[in-house]
């Protein structure tokens, strides 16, 4: 398996993992696609932080491994 196809992957299986998590994080909040239901603020804690950062991590690799992954192709 040469390096692009490697890249290919780990592109594919950081946008699934996306994908989830985001997914996760709207079905959390309790409201609709368009927003949550509730208008107060409150603070991401324990689970719902970890997925937060954990989103913000995927996307930056997403967005490193999609511009590698251009450059060698």
């Known amino acids: 398996m040469d390096s692009t196809e490697f890249l290919k992957i780990v592109q594919i299986v950081i946008a699934v993992l996306l994908v989830v998590l985001v997914l996760l994080q709207v079905r959390g909040q309790g409201?609709?696609?368009?927003?949550?239901?509730?208008?107060?603020?409150?603070?991401?804690?324990?689970?719902?932080?970890?997925?937060?950062?954990?989103?913000?991590?995927?996307v930056v690799a997403f967005l490193v491994i999609s511009i590698l992954n251009a450059r060698y192709t």
């Open 31 to 58: 409201g609709g696609l368009f927003g949550a239901s509730e208008g107060s603020f409150r603070t991401r804690r324990g689970i719902e932080r970890l997925m937060f950062q954990g989103t913000i991590f995927l």
